[in-house]
């Protein structure tokens, strides 16, 4: 293939995250590498609601910026993220035609599920899979029958296209490898890529001990058990800051309210902000009732050096370690652990150590990029 030249496709979402995250850091670890990249991009807030479903509905729309995006750079590698609703498999297919091969890179069930995360009424839901896309229509998961309508006709329909037309499948942990495939990803086509961070990001030394705070840093949705942590706060006594926007806040508050916990709802937290915030902490909560493929909250938690404690679903045992993760939906479990790491400062700087030591052998750059540009090197 020669040397590879890169270029990334990422259909940004309405509330940006983690997903946002993992590109810019992508495109700036090809560019410390020597690689040539450069990024498309589109951003579903500035597609009014009709518009997204049209280009949902018809596999993406202007599919020929993408053709002229890869001619441009003279690409030889689509390294695509998020494609949905506004380049669709009509854009990848573009940019194969234009002489790219083509890596989707699969962060959550997206391909599957209306709703990416495959959670239902409180815990994980894998009724979708591979064409058979109806139940999240029957179950109306987008909340409006039409988007519902419009995802799992667009889904099914589209699958077969997507199949044929990527190269390669990545995903950002071994579970999700592993859950994707049971899914209908073909598993000779899907390997992991675990996420890394730049070395700015990982401390000198853990500072949990002089933590005053429990964090969580989240989404405000229901699959991200959020009351489940302010549950456990109010009943370890430990200040909880919530740092995230989404369309549970209302209820959260709600919750907080009543729970007789100290939580402080603290909003979109800029990155700059977030290593202080971090820096601060005592301990980072995640109480998650689906199963996440690899979180970067939980990574740049690790790098700071900040306890983590986390459900035992999907990617986060193998990301943070089994011991530091409790069932979900056990606010008790929570509780008693975090009561544990609030009273005893050294229990908490031993384990930010053990964490960032971690992070530091998993994911730094060097490795990362070794692993991407091999699977270049194997298109």
Known sequence: MGAPRVLLLHNRYRIEGGEERSVALQLA????????????????????????AGALLRGG????????????????????????????????????????????????????CAIAVASRDGEPCFRCRGRFTLPGLVLN?????????????????????????????????????????????????????????????????????RGSYALVASRLSGEKGIDTAIEAAAAARVPLRIAGEGPAKDELVRVAGSSGAQVDFLGRVARDDMAALLAGAAMVLMPSRYHEFSPYSALEAMAAGVPVLASKLGGLPELI???????????AALAERMTDLWQRPDLREHDGESLLRRAKE??????????????????
């Open 61 to 112: 729309e202007a599919p020929d910026d993408v053709a002229a995006a890869v001619r441009e750079l003279g690409a030889n590698v689509l390294h695509a993220h998020n494609m949905q609703p506004l380049f669709g498999p009509r854009g990848l297919a573009a940019g194969r035609e234009a002489g790219a091969k083509v890596v989707l890179h699969l962060h959550n069930a997206r391909l599957f």
């Open 321 to 331: 370690g089994a011991e530091r993760c409790l069932p979900a939906n056990d606010a």
């Open 362 to 379: 998993r994911h730094a750059e060097g490795p990362y990029v070794e692993r991407l540009l091999d699977l270049y090197e194997r298109l």
């Open 29 to 52: 670890a090809l560019e410390r590498a020597g690689i040539a990249a450069s990024s498309l991009e589109r951003r579903s807030a500035y597609a009014g609601r009709g518009r997204a």
């Open 141 to 209: 998961c987008r909340g409006s029958l039409p988007e519902a309508a419009a995802y799992a006709a667009a889904l099914s329909a589209q699958l077969p296209q997507v199949l044929a037309t990527v190269d390669r499948f990545v995903a950002p942990s071994r579970y999700a490898v592993g859950q994707l495939a049971l899914l209908g990803v073909p598993k000779d086509r899907l390997e992991p890529l675990e996420h890394y961070l730049p070395a700015e990001a990982f401390a000198q030394r853990s500072g949990a001990a």
